[in-house]
Nanobody, 115 residues
Framework: QVQVVESGGGLVQAGRSLRLSCVAS????????GGWYRQAPGKQREFIAS???????NYADAMKDRFTISRDNAKNTVYLQMNSLKPEDTAVYYC?????????WGQGTQVTVSS
């Protein structure tokens, strides 16, 4: 059974940084693509970034300047570095792991940015 667990969220002041982590158990993460999404209150879930098993990255246009996705295959972990955070970045951040044609999702981690 695949489990995806996000961590690293919290309350932070505007302008500061956070790094989110995503660990996927029961699989070798290095062989699968991972991605980050977020969902703000009252809004649809939106794509932030993804990274393939070979390290190729893709970003939503609005995210590429401040957010960086990376992976550490030795730790079975995908990261999302978020810089210069803004109050509008407040959302639940979700990690997904693509195995075959199926996405496996974590429960999300809350990020709250105060002004």
């Amino acid at each position: 059974q695949v489990q995806v667990v996000e961590s690293g969220g919290g309350l932070v002041q505007a302008g500061r940084s956070l790094r989110l982590s995503c660990v996927a158990s029961a699989i070798i993460f290095r062989n699968n693509a991972g991605g980050w999404y977020r969902q703000a209150p009252g809004k649809q879930r939106e794509f932030i970034a993804s990274i393939t098993s070979s390290g190729y990255t893709n970003y939503a246009d609005a995210m590429k300047d401040r957010f960086t996705i990376s992976r550490d295959n030795a730790k079975n972990t995908v990261y999302l570095q978020m810089n210069s955070l803004k109050p509008e970045d407040t959302a639940v951040y979700y990690c997904s792991v693509l195995i075959g044609v199926r996405n496996f999702w974590g429960q999300g981690t809350q990020v709250t940015v105060s002004s």
